[in-house]
């Protein structure tokens, strides 16, 4: 929760180990800090 929002991410990349560990980072990432992503 940042701001008062809450995002949905997708737990297959999160709790799954291996190459998808990085596509749950970068998940986190774009939702905590947009700016970055545009």
């Given at each position: 929760?940042?701001?008062g929002?809450?995002?949905?991410?997708n737990?297959n990349?999160?709790?799954?180990?291996?190459?998808?560990?990085?596509?749950?980072?970068l998940?986190?990432a774009?939702?905590?800090?947009?700016?970055l992503?545009?």
């Amino acid at each position: 929760m940042k701001n008062g929002r809450v995002f949905a991410i997708n737990l297959n990349n999160v709790y799954c180990s291996g190459m998808r560990t990085l596509d749950g980072v970068l998940d986190f990432a774009q939702h905590l800090y947009p700016e970055l992503y545009q």
